[in-house]
């Protein structure tokens, strides 16, 4: 079931009260992200958010106070949480399957000055920030926790061919991805020139614009006829799912990773798959490791997250920030300092 949202205002709450195993954290910062437009304009999956609430998943800040029990995170100090916290023991988890742990924990209420982090998940997935470490440069830690999971399972190698439909946020975090893992031409794909323009600034070998240019022949032209290699579909629509089918080549790749409203039907052209052996994933959340992995890539600069920060606004602009992000053609993402 989905939920839409009609009003979204700042309000007075009450300080959560922490307990056992639980850490109170002053947000320092938070980013924008597309899931939370999709809330605010769309609703969310009933299982993951209930709605009204407070929300924002992407954050960083200081522990305020530490409930009773726990040796670590010490008062002070500057921490980022995923908004997720496995169980590690269902059927899923048995097999390594974090992201679709059936006993899943959620946590969101960054866009706040204060949110509570529950016990089990101080315990998998909390994580210290460096000092060099800005608060919103760790916040992107969550996004690119995701995409480190779908490239990990697309398998991108050194010397690929890769197409990426979307140059957002997660578009972006994808191009730097790969390139860092050795992709030999990144084909950047999106309707809007001001975005393309951002991904070749971040390192995009070739970009298409699919409302001037026949993408599908573009793709193939820029791949020696053949397609790339792996698609990555990072928007989340239906004709773009079936769209990314058409962009791989024989034997090729197809990472199905923006979320599509559940009950979404696509057309697949069963003869491609078969007799072309094409692979399609899709790419749901992501793990404890993973965010693990994303802070040290932020921290090392080996992902560079500061170029995908374009603004900072104050918590009580919340509603301008995302009628920016609605309308705005140059907004990638948006930081919320409390």
């Not at 470490?133 to 050194?158: D, F, I």
């Not at 500061?306 to 900072?312: G, K, N, Q, S, W």
Request: with cysteine; charged share 25%; glycine share 10%.
């Amino acid at each position: 079931m989905l939920y839409g949202v009609k009003d979204l205002r700042v309000e007075d709450v009450e300080v959560p009260g922490v307990g056992a195993g639980e850490v109170l954290v002053k947000i320092k910062g938070a980013t924008t992200c597309g899931t939370d437009l999709k809330i605010f304009q769309r609703g969310y999956v009933e299982k993951i958010i209930k709605l009204p609430t407070i929300f924002g998943h992407e954050w960083a800040g200081e522990v305020a106070e530490v409930g009773e029990g726990l040796e670590w995170p010490r008062k002070g100090m500057r921490v980022r949480a995923g908004n997720s916290a496995p169980c590690l023991h269902c059927a899923m988890c048995q097999r390594g399957k974090f992201n679709l742990c059936e006993n899943m924990i959620w946590l969101w209420g960054a866009y706040a000055e204060y949110v509570k982090v529950p016990a089990r998940m101080v315990l998998v997935n909390m994580q210290e920030i460096p000092q060099d470490v800005s608060y919103l440069e760790a916040a992107v830690t969550e996004p690119l926790a995701c995409v480190l999971h779908g490239v990990e399972a697309a398998g991108v190698k050194l010397g690929d061919k890769v197409a990426i439909i979307g140059a957002g946020p997660i578009g972006l975090l994808h191009l730097l991805t790969v390139k860092k893992l050795g992709a030999q031409k990144v084909i950047m794909i999106d309707l809007v020139d001001e975005r393309l323009e951002a991904a070749a600034k971040l390192g995009a070998d070739e970009t298409v614009n699919g409302e001037r240019e026949d993408v599908v022949e573009r793709v193939r032209s820029l791949t020696g006829g053949y397609g790339a290699d792996v698609v990555i579909e990072a928007i989340g629509l239906p004709a773009t799912w079936e769209q990314a089918l058409k962009l791989a080549r024989k034997g090729g790749v197809v990472l199905e990773f923006g979320g599509c409203p559940p009950g979404t039907e696509i057309k697949v052209n069963a003869e491609q798959v078969h007799y072309g052996e094409l692979t399609i994933l899709g790419a749901f959340h992501t793990t404890p490791m993973h965010f693990r992995r994303a802070l040290d890539l932020i921290s090392s600069r080996t992902i560079d997250a500061r170029p995908l920060i374009t603004r900072e606004l104050g918590l009580e602009h919340i509603r301008e920030a995302f009628d920016v992000l609605s309308t705005s053609k140059k907004e990638i993402k948006i930081g919320i300092i409390p």
